[in-house]
């Protein structure tokens, strides 16, 4: 059985020590992204050389042409739970803490929606579709609410929090930046939400390693809802880092992703 190569990229400090057989669930996955956030916030993502791109070329864009020096551990079978708004929060910010300072309107997206939270103005939405992970719902400025897919919680458990942060924080981009026109009021808010996940990935390496892993972990097991949807999420994540967070390019993005105006989202 393939033990997700591209995710265990484990520091060479010796034998992994033997660890029971697990079966394959969803909770493999999180363990195996966990260490591949781990690696790469240390620095330790020299362990990504070029291998004459010996995974065939299945690399997202942000890693294509590279191959993983892995040292595969044994899968451990761990409890994990959904991830929370709390828990999303926490890691952005530990994110703009330990990166030498985050951009003043970070902060402020931040404690906007910590205010929101705090006035219940941040609820679930269980009828959004998987593949809509959250809405504003606007009035006047900054005065309405914003709604979460519980899915997206399911999410934040299998990639890593700060990246699934960057939803709520779209959200609170509409919040912060309103304007008319469904085209028009996302691009703001996509434009908040690039720049966030560049300060998060700026090389694009973190996305590209998780989404290859989920990749993976569906070859060998099988596609489930959260799988797909966090793939889906990680692939639009990569477009939208693409765009280099300029206008005209997110707005060429916010059309692809089904964006239309008059309707809202299509697809």
């Not at 394959?24 to 956030?37: F, K, R």
């Given at each position: 059985m393939r033990l997700l190569p591209a995710l265990l990229l484990v520091l060479a400090s010796g034998p992994a020590a033997a660890a029971p057989a697990a079966?394959?669930?969803?909770s493999g996955l999180v363990a195996?992204?966990?260490a591949a956030d781990r690696s790469l916030a240390s620095g330790s993502s020299k362990l990504v050389r070029a291998e004459g791109d010996r995974l065939g070329g299945l690399l997202?864009?942000?890693v294509l042409g590279r191959g993983f020096r892995a040292h595969i551990a044994p899968k451990v079978e761990i409890t994990?739970?959904?991830a929370t708004l709390d828990s999303l929060l926490a890691a952005a910010e530990k994110e703009f803490a330990g990166s030498g300072g985050a951009p003043a309107d970070f902060y402020e997206s931040l404690h906007t929606l910590?205010?929101?939270q705090g006035e219940s103005?941040?609820?679930s939405e269980p009828l959004l579709p998987d593949n809509d992970l959250g809405v504003y719902h606007e009035k006047g400025f900054c005065g309405g609410t914003v709604g979460l897919n519980p899915l997206l919680f399911k999410i934040g458990a299998v990639i890593p929090e700060k990246l699934a942060a960057l939803v709520a924080f779209h959200e609170i981009g509409h919040c912060l930046n309103p304007r008319h026109g469904v085209i028009a009021s996302e691009i703001p808010a996509f434009r908040l939400q690039c720049r966030m996940l560049r300060f998060f990935d700026p090389s694009g390496e973190l996305v590209g390693v998780v989404s290859r892993g989920i990749e993976l972990q569906m070859e060998d097991h099988g596609p489930d809802r959260v799988s797909l949807q966090a793939e889906r999420y990680l692939r639009q994540l990569n477009a939208l880092s693409?765009?280099?967070c300029q206008t005209d390019a997110i707005r060429r993005f916010v059309?692809?992703?089904g964006y239309r105006e008059g309707l809202g989202k299509i697809d």
């Amino acid at each position: 059985m393939r033990l997700l190569p591209a995710l265990l990229l484990v520091l060479a400090s010796g034998p992994a020590a033997a660890a029971p057989a697990a079966t394959a669930t969803t909770s493999g996955l999180v363990a195996a992204v966990q260490a591949a956030d781990r690696s790469l916030a240390s620095g330790s993502s020299k362990l990504v050389r070029a291998e004459g791109d010996r995974l065939g070329g299945l690399l997202n864009r942000s890693v294509l042409g590279r191959g993983f020096r892995a040292h595969i551990a044994p899968k451990v079978e761990i409890t994990y739970r959904d991830a929370t708004l709390d828990s999303l929060l926490a890691a952005a910010e530990k994110e703009f803490a330990g990166s030498g300072g985050a951009p003043a309107d970070f902060y402020e997206s931040l404690h906007t929606l910590r205010r929101l939270q705090g006035e219940s103005r941040v609820r679930s939405e269980p009828l959004l579709p998987d593949n809509d992970l959250g809405v504003y719902h606007e009035k006047g400025f900054c005065g309405g609410t914003v709604g979460l897919n519980p899915l997206l919680f399911k999410i934040g458990a299998v990639i890593p929090e700060k990246l699934a942060a960057l939803v709520a924080f779209h959200e609170i981009g509409h919040c912060l930046n309103p304007r008319h026109g469904v085209i028009a009021s996302e691009i703001p808010a996509f434009r908040l939400q690039c720049r966030m996940l560049r300060f998060f990935d700026p090389s694009g390496e973190l996305v590209g390693v998780v989404s290859r892993g989920i990749e993976l972990q569906m070859e060998d097991h099988g596609p489930d809802r959260v799988s797909l949807q966090a793939e889906r999420y990680l692939r639009q994540l990569n477009a939208l880092s693409g765009t280099d967070c300029q206008t005209d390019a997110i707005r060429r993005f916010v059309y692809e992703d089904g964006y239309r105006e008059g309707l809202g989202k299509i697809d």
